[in-house]
């Protein structure tokens, strides 16, 4: 199917996801902002290393489940956040977008990233002043959420409603407050649906889609990946999982609670593309 301009229509599913190994200093990770257990600056997180290779092992294998193509990268443990790979690009049809990571710590890890992308798509950098994490942005169907976030300024969003102009999105930009990411508050199930954290940021601009709000209980749920008809969701989200399932989804869980204590969710170690 070809839009207008000639591009192809996107309302596929993804094929790949680009994943990236946990360092060995990802106890050195940002601390999560919000966090009323916040470290002082220079404090090391309390994250085994060794089960959090282990977690993210699950995760892959889980993503493979969804039937992803996996193409994992080496960590690199200067990097400590490098395991957050989505925040270092975004994928639209056949565009690779780098942006300018918002976190100045967290600019290396892009390299790589664009080096992998750049063989399978036409790369695209962002320019300062602007300033973006992918984890502000959300695909839904035709529409593209972009958080304007602590991260993600509107610079960017500016570059990007000009970038993706000829390809036939509607791109709207959604205040976030509470959460780190867009994505830490609304995530996809579907093309019409949504899994929503209540109070973390603007719904205005959500209008249209059906929200299905997590419960209170399980805020770290609003964070899942949908393919198809399955969702991965984190665990300790029971509740979700049994509305998700009762919605008629296939759920699977994994549990990510390692990543948690750094302030990383479900969709930030994974760049889903379709190849
Ligand atoms: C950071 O502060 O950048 C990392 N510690 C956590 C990034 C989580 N990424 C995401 O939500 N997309």
Redesign the pocket.
């Known amino acids: 199917m070809q839009a207008a301009a000639g591009h192809t229509i996107g309302e596929r599913e993804p094929t790949h996801a680009i994943v990236r190994e946990v360092p060995a200093t990802f106890p050195h990770?940002?601390?999560?902002?919000g966090s009323e257990t916040k470290p002082a600056s220079g404090t090391i997180l309390e994250i085994d290393v060794a089960l959090a290779r282990d977690q993210h092992r699950r995760y892959c294998e889980a993503l493979c489940e969804l039937g992803l193509e996996l193409i994992p990268l080496a960590a690199d443990d200067r990097h400590?956040?490098c395991a957050?790979v989505?925040?270092t690009a975004l994928v639209v049809e056949d565009l690779a977008i780098i942006p300018v990571?918002?976190?100045s710590s967290?600019r290396g890890e892009s390299k790589v990233v664009a080096e992998v992308l750049g063989s399978r798509k036409t790369l695209h950098y962002l320019r300062p002043p602007a300033t973006l994490?992918?984890?502000?942005v959300l695909q839904v169907g035709r529409r593209i959420f972009i958080g304007r976030s602590r991260?993600t300024n509107a610079a960017a969003i500016e570059q990007l409603v000009d970038l993706l102009a000829p390809y036939d999105y509607e791109v709207l930009s959604v205040p976030v407050d509470g959460v780190?990411?867009l994505?830490?508050g609304v995530t996809r199930l579907d093309d019409e649906r949504v899994l929503l954290r209540p109070g973390v940021l603007d719904e205005t601009p959500l209008a249209g889609l059906r929200k299905v709000a997590v419960p209170s209980g399980e805020p770290h749920a609003a964070?899942c990946i949908s393919v198809g008809e399955t969702v991965l969701v984190a665990d300790r989200a029971p509740v979700t999982a049994a509305n998700l399932r009762s919605d008629g989804f296939g759920v699977l869980e994994v549990d990510m609670s390692e990543?948690r204590k750094?302030?990383?969710?479900l969709?930030?170690?994974s760049i889903l593309f379709t190849g």
Do not use: Q, S, V
């Open positions: 990770a940002i601390p999560p902002e400590p956040d957050f989505e925040d990571m918002g976190a967290r994490d992918g984890g502000d991260r780190l990411h994505k830490a964070n990543f750094a302030g990383g969710l969709t930030c170690c």
